[in-house]
């Protein structure tokens, strides 16, 4: 068996090792084309803020490491250009030089990932605006700051990477504007769970400009850029972050023939098979299926592009797994505060007409009177005819990502709020209650 893989970083190097775990004797091949195979993308943020200090602290695995311990082929700088479905070739172009040459394939998978969304705006490729996908990427932010003394920056979008931006850049002494085209920060969540976040960004010094979005770009004096808003406002920085989502790295595929998804992602059935039976693809490029409906959706995260990458190595030899499906289960750290959330959203449930319960809490982490308690806010919807589990939102300054884990696992297990009632979960005062902010949900919800 010959496997090719085009694309690293999560899906793919994950479908790598684990295809080598099933198979000793199996010929596999990563064609990536940059220089990096596996890196830490998720720590991007924190490297530009230099809570992360070293650069090569990001690489989580190196072309020698998969030779050496694994026996794979690793060949950065190596871009995919054509597939031929029928001969069961790839064309490959060496990026540093070389003559293209085709490989050949039993099985092919496709990991090539999402490229940042940089709308069509004048000025838009002005030298000091910056999206943040790769580790380059990570080190020409760094790099600007230092040689360009920045002292304002803006943020384009709202979102989880942009605020994780502001934190970071707002941590430099950099004063911060977040520009959204939404009416509230982080819009996968519900606009009732915010109002304490926003507070906690302003506090912090960052500026929100909420409901609006950008229209120009334009170079002014003193090496700034002036962003001109849709609503007609000015605003001059020294530095801009696009951070206004991703969209799938599709080309390679739909030229080769394959179904492209509605929201541009490659389409998948729950073996991560395209249609083509011997091409699979995983991560951010692909369409896949929400756990809790079935509907198609593309969520571009870690978790489930590593789960992807497993799953397509199983089937390729032999096994029969199948993706469960995603939730979007989230976290994000704003200053103080951590933000997070899985499954449905309100908003989603209302947009899919779906009959739906919901309750708020707002326990402490731990019991009140051990030092430190802080309320944690809560909201879980759910099924009001079984009790079943839809989606869970929870904001506070510790303890958040425990409770939200949790209700996460009861979610993939099809569990109800009952289910929560009797949950069995650790207790020490320093870390919960005998009433759990998880029990008290199911309790709440059970009345």
């Given amino acids: 068996m010959k496997v090719v893989i085009i694309g690293g970083v999560a899906g793919g190097a994950s479908c790598a090792a684990r295809a080598r775990r099933l198979s000793e004797d199996s010929e596999i091949i990563v064609l990536d084309r940059g220089r990096y195979v596996s890196f830490a993308n998720c720590g991007l943020p924190y490297y530009v803020g230099d809570v992360i200090h070293n650069e090569k602290d990001l690489i989580v695995a190196t072309p020698e490491l998969f030779k050496n311990r694994f026996n794979i082929d690793v060949r950065l700088q190596s871009e995919a250009v054509s597939i031929d479905r029928q001969a069961k070739t790839v064309t490959v172009r060496p990026l540093d030089g070389g003559n293209e040459y085709t490989e050949s394939y039993d099985a092919l998978v496709l990991s090539p990932g999402a490229g940042p969304i940089r709308p069509p705006l004048e000025g838009i490729d002005l030298p000091g605006i910056f999206s943040l996908r790769t580790i380059p990427d990570s080190r020409n932010i760094r790099n600007w700051i230092k040689e360009h003394h920045v002292k304002e920056a803006a943020i384009v979008g709202g979102g989880f990477i942009g605020l994780e931006m502001a934190d970071n850049l707002t941590r430099q002494g950099i004063r911060v504007k977040v520009i959204e085209l939404q009416t509230q920060v982080m819009p996968p969540l519900d ?59 599709n080309a390679l595929a739909k030229a080769a023939g394959l179904e492209i998804g509605a929201r541009g992602g490659i389409r998948v059935d ?48 032999g096994r029969d797994s199948a993706f469960r499906g995603v939730q979007g289960t989230a976290v994000c750290r704003i200053f103080d505060y951590t933000v997070a959330m899985t499954g449905l959203s309100e908003k989603t449930l209302q947009s899919l007409k779906t009959v739906y319960q919901k309750i708020y809490l707002h326990p402490g982490q731990h019991v009140s009177y051990f030092p430190g308690a802080h309320a944690i806010d809560m909201k879980v919807l759910f099924e009001p005819s079984t ?14 990502e425990k409770r939200i884990d949790v209700i996460s696992m009861a979610i993939q297990m099809k569990a109800t709020v009952f289910d929560l009632e009797e949950a069995e979960l650790c207790y020490a005062p320093q870390f919960g209650a005998a009433k759990d902010p998880v029990n008290f949900a199911g309790m709440i919800a059970a009345n």
Avoid: C, Y
Wanted: glycine share 10%; charged share 20%; proline share 5%.
């Fill in 270 to 317: 729950r073996q991560m098979r395209t249609t083509d039976p011997a091409i699979w693809a995983v991560g951010d490029a692909v369409e896949t299926h929400e756990f809790s409906t079935g509907q198609n959706i593309s969520v571009p995260l870690a978790g489930p592009a590593n789960r992807q990458g497993r799953i397509a190595a199983d089937v390729i030899f």
């Fill in 191 to 249: 606009p009732e769970m915010l109002p304490e976040v926003e507070k906690h960004l302003k506090d912090n010094g960052v500026e929100l400009i909420l409901g609006d979005a950008v229209a120009s770009f334009k170079a002014s004096e003193n090496e700034l850029i002036t962003i001109r808003t849709q609503s007609g406002k000015d605003i001059a920085v020294g530095m801009v972050i696009l951070a206004i989502g991703v969209k799938p790295e």
């Fill in 387 to 400: 009790g079943r589990i839809l989606g869970a939102q929870a904001v506070g300054q510790d303890g958040v």
